[in-house]
């Protein structure tokens, strides 16, 4: 979906306010649910999570936790539900074998890294990632579901989104009363720079959680001075538009897509079209080009999370992996 635009705007909007009664409702529900107990894990369990609907870097920052886990000497493996396939799992992620119609894009992503696991049942995907050798399981999302117990709970926050208007879903895009969320939280990632990330960052040093600032930063090279047709169907497509032109790309134009957007015949021939009348070359991310099919040309810039102090946030790792 689209996030509206009153998400970002003032709690007070009139959409925010007609809406509110049943945000209300949506909050109470969700909040109820994550305090239910969940089934302890074969191994430790790492989650990361959003305080909101939306995305907010939680698949790199996966990704940079798996490589921590691997310098800590251990063997993790990525849980994920796998949104938008439709394999209930539990299922071990082949990307020889599946597509993102079978397991999602983000799961597709992480099994490039690392054995990756799909289950809409928490607590069997992460028997089956024990089963795949894995000592520690890292949760790709799942802050909300009680499925299964979390043994270290991290909330990836955009820096330049924050929380929008502080209104849980619909009336915002809180997946629960933030109050009723800090509570199962032991860390926060901020990702990027921003005064609403800046605020969020206060809450959580105000309540004496660590926060671990990181930033998504494009790996390799090649697009300065091209002339390129962005186009991006994930959480927050104009950061992708950003970090190409920060990399010098000369931005002709620009498409954005819903989140996890399957791109159909019809989209693949206009993109086309617009890229041959603008002289320009199609770049996406690695998240949208696993939804292209095989020989489309589309260039990726792939980005990767670095923390800003790499030894807090393994600190932080290793003391929950202790003995």
Not at 180 to 190: K, N, P, S
Request: contains cysteine; hydrophobic residues 45%.
């Amino acid at each position: 979906m689209r996030p509206p635009a009153f998400w970002d705007g003032s709690p007070n909007h009139p959409a925010a306010l007609a809406l509110a009664p049943l945000g209300a409702l949506y909050g109470r529900m969700t909040a109820a649910r994550m305090a239910r107990p969940g089934r302890p894990g074969p191994c430790p369990v790492l989650c990361l999570g959003n305080f909101t609907l939306g995305g907010a870097g939680k698949t790199p920052t996966a990704l940079a936790l798996a490589e921590i886990l691997r310098g800590l000497g251990r063997a993790p493996a990525f849980l994920s539900r796998g949104y938008g396939g439709r394999l209930a799992g539990p299922v071990q992620v082949d990307p020889a074998r599946h597509g993102f119609a079978d397991v999602g894009d983000e799961a597709l992503l992480l099994a490039r890294f690392a054995p990756a696991v799909v289950a809409r049942d928490r607590a069997a995907g992460a028997a089956l990632c024990a089963a795949c050798g894995a000592d520690v399981v890292v949760m790709d999302d799942g802050l909300q579901n009680p499925g299964l117990a979390k043994d270290l709970a991290l909330v990836v926050v955009d820096a330049g989104s924050g929380i929008g208007n502080g209104r849980p879903f619909p009336a915002g895009p809180l997946r629960a009363p933030l109050a009723r969320q800090w509570r199962h939280v032991a860390g926060l990632i901020l990702v990027g720079s921003g005064e609403p990330g800046a605020r969020v960052a206060g809450a959580a040093q105000a309540r004496g959680l660590p926060v671990h600032r990181a930033a998504l930063e494009p790996e390799g090279a090649g697009f300065a001075g091209r002339r390129v047709l962005a186009f991006a169907g994930i959480g927050r497509p104009r950061k992708f538009f950003a970090t190409l032109s920060a990399c010098g790309a000369e931005i002709a134009a620009t498409r954005s897509f819903p989140d996890h957007h399957p791109y159909g015949a019809g989209d693949l021939a206009a993109l086309t079209a617009e890229a041959e009348r603008l002289g320009a070359d199609l770049v996406t991310t690695e998240k949208d080009a696993v939804r292209l099919p095989a020989g489309f040309g589309a260039q990726v810039l792939p980005v990767r999370l670095r923390f800003a102090d790499p030894e807090a946030i393994q600190a932080q790792i290793a003391a929950v992996l202790a003995p």
